[in-house]
């Protein structure tokens, strides 16, 4: 069964320091998000990305944050000069459907920042 | 902003129990899905439903949208080990939602043996 995938499963960095979050969505579908979820506490919205571009952001996804689908397979989360607050679990999800509909999530990649 | 309230927050039971899990909003959604999440994990997929007053049904779970499409159940029927976890909803498409998800805060549910 398709599935999404991210790497990595766990990375942890100093505080202003340089994060890239990868994820590989599911083949055919079209749009694209991230999702983090600090512990203890709901999974948030960040940003959702279609036909090479943001098609919306939350509050969270400030000038630090940025995304790029450089290659047509990966869809990458970078934030520039990470801080203490940034620490959580980041989903990708992806969807064929517009509205956030039906859709999947990786596994999580676990950010700590020290 | 759009509020998703789940209740209750945490649930335990014994196996062979019943549960209904409650999803509610003061915001209209186009659509409802309710995911399982296991931890150090992403949320899986379990349903969604999209007319109001529609009724899903997987194995021993049932899920209902309601009327007004502002609210929903989950009810699992003789509950199993198995079905512990945390179970959350999401709205899509809710007025000024865009194209985010907005979750609620989860039910985490025990099933003891």
């Known amino acids: 069964e398709p599935e999404v995938t991210q790497t990595p499963s766990h990375q942890v960095t100093q505080m202003g320091q340089e994060v890239i979050l990868r994820c590989v969505p599911i083949s055919n579908h079209l749009y694209f998000y991230w999702y983090r979820q600090i512990l203890g506490q709901k999974v948030e919205f960040l940003v959702s990305?279609?036909?090479?571009?943001?098609?919306?952001k939350s509050e969270i996804f400030d000038d630090q944050f940025s995304v790029e689908r450089p290659d047509g397979s990966n869809f990458t989360l970078k934030i520039r000069s990470t801080k203490l607050e940034d620490s959580a679990m980041y989903f990708c999800?992806?969807?064929?459907?517009?509205?956030?509909?039906?859709?999947?999530f990786g596994s999580g990649t676990q950010l700590s920042v020290l | 902003t759009q509020l998703l309230e789940q209740s209750p927050q945490f649930l335990s039971i014994q196996e062979g129990e019943n549960l209904t899990v409650y999803c509610n909003s003061s915001s209209v959604f186009s659509s409802l899905q309710w995911y399982r999440q296991e931890p150090g994990e992403g949320p899986v997929l379990l349903v969604t439903v999209v007319t109001g007053g529609e009724v899903k049904k997987l194995k021993r779970l049932t899920f209902q949208f309601g009327d007004a499409r502002k609210d929903s159940s989950l009810h699992i029927t003789a509950a199993q080990p198995g079905d512990t976890g945390l179970y959350l909803c999401a709205g899509a498409g809710g007025q000024n939602a865009g194209n985010m998800l907005t979750f609620g805060g989860g039910t985490r549910l025990m099933v003891k043996p």
């Open positions: 990305f279609y036909n090479n571009e943001i098609s919306e």
């Open positions: 999800a992806s969807g064929i459907l517009p509205g956030g509909e039906k859709l999947f």
